[in-house]
């Protein structure tokens, strides 16, 4: 078998074999396919697609090039998130105990942040002592007792998808929905998951900015998660502005501790309802969403989400005072309020510029070596569809520094605000399921 003969095959518009794709896979994780091959490999697949088999066997292919995440010792119906990011996205810190609440085991494998703000980890590290440095066993057995534990990734899962990832990201190949899909397939399928809930995010703050573009990238993931015996929803949810009101470390803690009580954003809640919902139908723990949404609602009103949070942060070395006082987590020294510079309706937050102002001050990683300042951040007063008067704050600057005009500066060209009245964004576009 010859690479030059898969590339012209794909490049013809032919389907790859299993064998092909193997070959292919194999030997550039290995460094047997050299990097030009590669790269026009993807430029192929990046002109003339792949259909389901194929995808669902380079991702097969992926998962099988590095360690895979045996949780067979769990008890019950393991179900995983994955959202494809967005600005203020508190889900999971929700998600977790939430679902956890009603017995559904939730194994969480999460990573650092790159970008706006910190990754599910350091948004839990806000909360003092707490940490993710336990043995498989322990976590394991945590699982098990409390049904929610997470976990740092782990070095070798997929290394073909990384080494692969980091190519397209030069060649111009990023953009591609199967290898968009197998990429992200490939890790939550290795994480050893029985079931997978996604939220595929669509708009200006997401990867995928228009709708088709991300209900196409939503139905490659269902029918990949299925093809290969996963159980597969998804949510294309809306990220045209941020996600709920808090965009920063410990103002996120904060606001999914407020939203576990039930009192958080109403997108915020609206969303996590929905994809709660999902995961508690795909573990077998209600037979209808309806019926799941409603549990969920019960465990926000009576405290046992909220409890379950506390349970989950003790066990992982975190103060589990932080759910009734949020001050035991690090503070900004500085508040600064960005006024209105006249009155009118929020007609525009573009999500992903109020994402690098967070940035600006210290909230996220510029690269891999920057340390996160968890205290600072943003706090929303206004959101699209809102009445604002002139002088009235539309968001609350959280910093450490003396200095922020350069953020105001930032914050003010990326937030509109019109004479007409405009109506908040549709929140949840489209679900997807494996029917």
Known sequence: MRMYDIIAKKRDGYALTKEEIDFFVEGYTNG??????????????FFQDMNDEERANI????????????LSPIEGIKVDKHSTGGVGDTTTLILGPL??????????????GLGHTGGTIDKLEAV??????????????????????????????????????????????????????????????????????????TGAGAFMKSLEDSKALAEAMVRIGNHVGRNTMAVISDMNQPLGRAIGNALEVEEAIETLKGNGPED???????????MVVLA?????????????????????????????????GGDERVV???????????????????????????????????????????????????????YLNKKVGDYVEEGESLLTIYANQDDVEDVKEKLYANITISDEKVSAPTLIHNMVTGE
Not at 268 to 278: D, Y
Not at 284 to 307: I, P, S, V
Not at 329 to 348: I, R, T, W
């Open 32 to 45: 047997e396919v050299p990097d030009y091959q590669a790269s026009a490999l993807c430029m192929a697949i």
């Open 59 to 70: 991702t097969t292919a992926m998962v099988n090039s590095g360690d895979t995440i045996d």
């Open 99 to 112: 679902v956890a609440s009603l017995d559904v085991p939730v194994a969480k494998m999460s990573g650092r």
């Open 128 to 201: 003092p002592g707490f940490h993710v440095e336990i043995d498989k066993s322990q976590f394991i057995d945590l699982v098990n007792s409390n049904k929610l534990s997470v976990i740092g990734q782990t070095g070798n899962l997929t290394p073909a998808d990384k080494k692969l990832y980091g190519l397209r990201d030069v060649t111009a190949t990023v953009n591609s929905i199967p290898l968009i899909a197998s990429s992200i397939m490939s890790k939550k399928i290795a994480a050893g998951a029985d079931a997978i809930v996604l939220d595929v995010k």
């Open 268 to 278: 915020l809640t609206e969303l996590c309802l929905t994809l709660g919902s999902q």
């Open 284 to 316: 077998g723990k209600a037979d209808t969403l309806d019926e799941a949404r409603q549990k969920l609602e019960e465990n926000m009103k009576n405290g046992k989400a909220l409890e379950k949070f506390g349970t989950f942060l003790k066990s992982q």
């Open 324 to 378: 009734e006082d949020p001050s035991v987590m690090p503070k900004a020294s500085k508040q600064f309020e960005l006024n209105a510079k006249k009155s009118g309706y929020v007609s525009d937050i573009v999500a992903d510029e109020l994402g690098t102002a967070a940035m600006m001050l210290g909230a996220g990683r510029a690269t891999k070596e920057s340390e996160i300042d968890l205290a600072v951040g943003l």
